[in-house]
Structures are given as structure tokens and as C-alpha cells.
T-cell receptor
Framework: LAKTTQPISMDSYEGQEVNITCSHN???????ITWYQQFPSQGPRFIIQGYKTKVTNEVASLFIPADRKSSTLSLPRVSLSDTAVYYC???????????FGAGTRLFVKA | KAGVTQTPRYLIKTRGQQVTLSCSPI?????VSWYQQTPGQGLQFLFEYFSETQRNKGNFPGRFSGRQFSNSRSEMNVSTLELGDSALYLC????????????FGSGTQLSVL
């Protein structure tokens, strides 16, 4: 399974765009890149998933370069409620053996 | 559509006891995964069940076991509890095919005294 590396923590201010980059040098051909968000005492929540290029949904964008060795989660105009831990995952097989890394703790300040 | 339901929400046990946690997946989901989350170790994969069969297992001792029933509901059992087993136990359900996203419950907070 590909190992992921992402910053331990990031600070931002309300209204700013936040970009969290994840490194996954050993990503396999069949692997998708998935991001989850977790608030304290809750289970992680799916944000976005992609295979290559760019994916956008109502809450975030995911940028994946051609070599797929990294990916960037972009959160537009963050608010205080976006303060959470963000996990980047690279896994084949969904729940087969999805491995979570340490995550990035995002703190949004007023 | 109801989400993933975990019971109980909180549990206090003493060392040496055993505990059973329950997880009801989203209707139609056949895969249930279990995770242990602690401040020091983060989210660690325990095991995954699909159609009543354990399909994958993490690196936990045999004291941690699980099962899945024909209705996809799953239980996790921890025997001979240790202080270090205090954690938030999360289950997640999915359809069970490749690259499917996981839907997590709110977890069971287990405290071992």
C-alpha cells in the first residue's frame, strides 16, 4: 500500500483558500486518491476522490499532477467550521484495507 | 437513508473484562471495517468484513476479533481488556468494491480503568 506524507498542521484565516499537499511516491496504477475530514469525537467524512488531473465538488477541489506522486486538496474560502483533521489516503479496494496516515490538522482563525 | 450506527456511544470497563461493540452499516452496504483511534497512534485499521467473511486484517493481537452477520451488521469483541485499549473505535461501511468511499459512524468511546 502506498504511504502518504502530509504536513502535520496548518493555520489559516477565515476567507482564505487553503491548499494541503500530500505526497504518495509509491502510488500504484490502480490506486485512487481520497481525502477525508474529521472533527473531534466523530468519524472521518469523505470529501473528495480522484485518479488524475482535477476533480471539483461542492466543498473542495483535488489537483493531481500527471505523475500522480502527489496531490493537493484545495479548500476555497475556509471558515471556522473547517477546523479539522484532513487525511489523504491512497488505497486500492475501498474498505479492503484502507490505511490512514497521521493527517493534517487545519486550524482556521477568525 | 440512515447512516452508520454504532452502539454504545460510550463504555467504561475495567482491566481484564471483555467488551462487544456493535455496528449497523448503511442499508445495502456489505463491507464493514473497524478502526481504533488514539491520540498517540491515530487511526489504525483493525479488520474488514465482507459478506460475513473477514477479508483483511490489521496488526492487532488476537484479543481483538470481529464478526459479521447475514444482514451485514458487525460486532467487534475485545477480550482481556488492557489500559491501552482505551480509544475511540470507529466502524465504516461501504459497498465493498474497489475504491469505494467509506461512511463512518460516530464511534464508541471505550475507557478502560
Amino acid at each position: 500500500l502506498a504511504k502518504t506524507t502530509q504536513p502535520i498542521s496548518m493555520d489559516s484565516y477565515e476567507g482564505q483558500e487553503v491548499n494541503i499537499t500530500c505526497s504518495h511516491n509509491n502510488i500504484a496504477t490502480n490506486d485512487y486518491i481520497t481525502w477525508y475530514q474529521q472533527f473531534p469525537s466523530q468519524g472521518p467524512r469523505f470529501i473528495i476522490q480522484g485518479y488524475k488531473t482535477k476533480v471539483t465538488n461542492e466543498v473542495a477541489s483535488l489537483f493531481i499532477p500527471a505523475d500522480r506522486k502527489s496531490s493537493t486538496l484545495s479548500l476555497p474560502r475556509v471558515s471556522l467550521s473547517d477546523t479539522a483533521v484532513y487525511y489523504c489516503l491512497v488505497a486500492t479496494g475501498g474498505g479492503f484495507k484502507t490505511i490512514f496516515g497521521a493527517g493534517t490538522r487545519l486550524f482556521v482563525k477568525a | 437513508k440512515a447512516g452508520v450506527t454504532q452502539t454504545p456511544r460510550y463504555l467504561i470497563k475495567t482491566r481484564g473484562q471483555q467488551v462487544t461493540l456493535s455496528c449497523s452499516p448503511i442499508s445495502g452496504h456489505r463491507s464493514v471495517s473497524w478502526y481504533q483511534q488514539t491520540p498517540g497512534q491515530g487511526l489504525q485499521f483493525l479488520f474488514e468484513y465482507f459478506s460475513e467473511t473477514q477479508r483483511n486484517k490489521g496488526n492487532f493481537p488476537g484479543r481483538f476479533s470481529g464478526r459479521q452477520f447475514s444482514n451485514s451488521r458487525s460486532e467487534m469483541n475485545v477480550s482481556t481488556l488492557e489500559l491501552g485499549d482505551s480509544a475511540l473505535y470507529l466502524c465504516a461501511s461501504s459497498i465493498g468494491q474497489q475504491n469505494e468511499k467509506l461512511f463512518f459512524g460516530s464511534g464508541t468511546q471505550l475507557s478502560v480503568l
